[in-house]
C-alpha cells in the first residue's frame, strides 16, 4: 500500500464538489486538460492525499505569472484543506461562474480505492462490476493463502481482486483465450501492484487445454466467467480439490439455468446456490433523506457450488407433489461445446481492433511512466 505524498507514475483520483470523478496518470510536466480548466500534474505530485488543487485558464504558467496562479492557489495549505461540500471558499462565487472554464475550479486529491481503480481503467472487455467481485470473493470463501484457478481474465477486474484477497502466501492461475485481452489485463495489474505480483502465473489458452496440464486436486477454489461453464464441469471438478469451491458468474437467465442444471446432474457438485445484487445509493442531507433516483440494477448472477469428494455423492433434497420442474425440454444441444473460435465466444466482450490498440498503446505508455519513475526513485 502506497503511503505518503504522490510520486510520479502512481495514479491520482481527482474529485471535486459535485461529486465527480476523474482518474489520472501522474506524469512530471504533464497537464490535464478538464472543462473547468487546466490541471497542472506537477502540483499534485509532492502533496499530501486530501490536498485540494485548482484549475488554471492556461495549461502553463503565463510569463507575467512565473508562479502559475492566475486561477487560484496551486495546492492548499494542510490547513484548509477541508472538504468542498463544507468550505464556503471553495466554491466559485456566482460572478465567476461563467469563467468556471477558465480556472478557478478546485479538486480533491485521493489515491483511488480498488474498486475506483476497476471502474476507471482502461479496459478491452467488460469488466465485473465492484458489487459483484465483492460477492464472489464472499461466497467464494477465497482468502489468503488460497490456490485459485480463474478463466476468463478480461480486463483484469475480477484478477485484480483475487491477486489481493489471496496475497503472496497463495496463488493465482488465470487462463485467457485471447491474447489481446491478456495483455490488457497484465498492464492494468502491473500498473496497480507497480510490478506482476510474483504469485500470478497468466496463461493465453481456452480453460479445457490450460486445466489439462494441472494435477487433480491442484486448486482450492475456481472462478469462471465464460459463456459456457457448463462444459467445463468435468475439468473443472478434476482440478479442484475435494470441497472445494466453484464459482461463475453469468449474465443471462438461460445461463444461468443451464448451469444450474447440469451441476445438479453430474451428482458430483452440491446444490448451486445461485445470487444477484441490487446496488443503491442514497441521499441523507437534513431532511432530505431518499434513495438516489439511479441506481445499478442486474449486472449478472453468481452461481456458487461445491465439489463432493470421490465416491460420495451429495444428499438430494426431497421434492413432494407439484410441478415438475426436474424433466429437461429442448435438450438438443447438450453437452455439445462451443467451439473456441466461435463468434458465440465473444459474446458480451466485442471490441474492435482499433480500441485494442487504443488501449494496449495507452497501457504502455504508462508502464513505461511507472518504469522511469521506478529508476530515478
Partial sequence: MRRG????GEKVQ????????LTEQLVPGAVLQTVHGFLRHDEVIGAQPGSVVTTHAHPRPLEDDPAGRQGGAAVSAPSSSRSL??????RPSASSRQSRRYGGWQYMCFRPRMADYML???RGAQIMYPKD???ALSYGDIRRGARVLESGGGSGAMSLALLDAVGPEGSLTTLELR??????SQANITLYFGTKPSWWDLRVTDFDTGAAAFADGSFDRIVLDLLDPWNRLPQAGRVLAPGGVLVCYVTT???MGRLADDLRASGRWTEPEIVELMERTWKAEGLAVRPDHEMIGHTGFLVISRLMAPGFARLEKQHHGGKDTRTPVGDVTRGEKIPADSEGLSEGRDISDHKLRR????????ERVLGESGRQD
Avoid: C, H, W, Y
Fill in 5 to 8: 505524498a504522490f510520486t510520479a
Fill in 14 to 21: 481527482l474529485i471535486d464538489r459535485k461529486g465527480n470523478k
Fill in 85 to 90: 461540500s463544507s468550505s464556503p471558499s471553495s
Fill in 120 to 122: 476507471s481503467m482502461p
Fill in 133 to 135: 467481485i465483492a460477492q
Fill in 179 to 184: 491474447e489481446e485481452f491478456a495483455r490488457i
Fill in 253 to 255: 437467465t438461460t445461463q
Fill in 359 to 366: 488501449v494496449l498503446r495507452d497501457l504502455a505508455r504508462q
